[in-house]
């Protein structure tokens, strides 16, 4: 697949590690991730680095998982997993089933004595790996964790290797928030038109750097708009706020649930309108999806809008940002991200003195080069 753009800051991060290039054939990649042409892009590089493509193993994410993408990937010969969809069942229930066995085919594929990286998107693959790491063969870990949700999964584990935090970097931070919620407000406008919302009137949960830059964007843009956190120890329900200010849109930003099952059937119970339910986390978690999804009418694709009565499940309830598509945000919006993987990935490569267990910051050399971009 032809991707034009030319990737200046990744190249920037090549050039710094170039001495380091090798063979590294005892060298093994394990990944789950977004299955984006960004991170195509990526996979490219680090092969190019000198892993070779039968040691790098991906696996991707059911909601954020383009076919295409796919397809590139093995007519390449990475080794791919491509989770298929249940609606059954929660993304994390099956998220976490997906990286056991993702993992235990992964031993089975490896020579030891080997260094392991593990590049997690979420924590789970990263758990499992600590989970089972005194029964992991003769090899070195190194973990690289890119969410703040993969961070609070872990950070009060007992982790019996170092793990590269990309998530708490002060860039991922400062500039990954208002990007993500620029995609998410396109998103939210595009749901609107499409569903003839005449009148939005929005309630945004969760008011941590991404809700409030979503909160901001409603409010720019004229639409009614409240916000509600826990955290701030609001006093109202949700259930309350929806009927006392008439909202038509939740947008969950909190990456945990919510509403219950209860809670959900309380509010379409006293609905005399639409009601659309937007994720903006990392999961289907905001919301109750599978009981919706058991209740509800839709194709069964996993990027169509549930619809149970005068409730909607945008996207069946998985992050509005992550429609399927080869790209989601554009390259230049998502290249810093992607940036400091990469050169996490390298550094965890070239360097064999990282025996530090937990924990560990960014390389400082990748974080300058990506700092100043």
């Not at 693959?125 to 992991?136: A, G, P, R, T």
């Not at 500039?175 to 003839?196: C, V, W, Y």
Request: charged content about 20%.
């Amino acid at each position: 697949m032809k991707d034009s753009y030319p990737y200046p800051l990744l190249n920037k991060i090549s050039e710094l590690y170039e001495s380091k290039k090798g063979s590294f054939d005892q060298v093994y990649l394990l990944a789950c991730q977004h299955l984006l042409l960004p991170l195509a892009k990526m996979f490219g590089l680090i092969h190019e680095f000198g892993i070779p493509k039968e040691n790098i193993f991906i696996l991707g994410k059911i909601y954020s998982t383009s076919s295409e993408i796919v397809d590139e990937l093995q007519g390449k010969n990475f080794n791919i997993a491509e989770p298929i969809f249940d609606p059954t069942i929660s993304f994390d229930d099956q998220h976490a089933k997906n990286c056991t066995n993702e993992l235990h085919n992964f031993l089975h594929s490896i020579s030891s004595p080997a260094k392991i990286i593990i590049l997690d998107d979420g924590g789970a693959l990263l758990k499992v790996v600590n989970d089972e790491f005194q029964s992991l063969p003769n090899v070195q870990v190194i973990g690289i964790e890119q969410t703040s949700s993969g961070f609070r999964k872990l950070e009060h584990e007992q982790i019996h290797f170092p793990i590269f935090n990309v998530a708490r970097s002060s860039i991922k931070l400062i500039k990954e928030s208002p990007m993500i919620a620029d995609l998410g407000f396109r998103r939210i406008n595009e749901t609107i038109q499409s569903h003839s919302i005449k009148e939005p009137r929005i309630l945004v949960v969760g008011l941590g750097p991404l809700g409030n830059s979503m909160l901001s964007l409603s409010n720019s843009k004229g639409y009614f708009t409240i916000g509600y956190d826990n955290a701030h120890h609001d006093k109202k329900e949700i259930l309350d706020l929806i009927t006392e200010n008439n909202i038509n849109i939740i947008i969950g930003v909190t990456g945990s649930s919510i509403l219950n099952e209860i809670e959900i059937e309380e509010i379409k119970n006293v609905l005399t309108d639409k009601l659309y339910l937007i994720s903006m986390s990392s999961a289907d978690r905001e919301f109750p999806a599978i009981h919706i999804r058991e209740r509800g009418i839709s194709s069964g694709t996993i990027h169509e809008d549930v619809v149970w009565g005068n409730l909607v499940l945008v996207n069946n309830g998985f992050p509005i940002t992550f429609k399927g598509n080869t790209f989601e945000a554009t390259p230049e919006e998502i290249e810093t991200t992607v940036a400091q993987l990469y050169g996490s990935v390298l550094e965890a490569v070239a360097n064999d003195n990282l025996h530090t267990n937990g924990f560990i910051g960014l390389p400082e050399k990748v974080f300058e080069i990506v700092d100043a971009f």
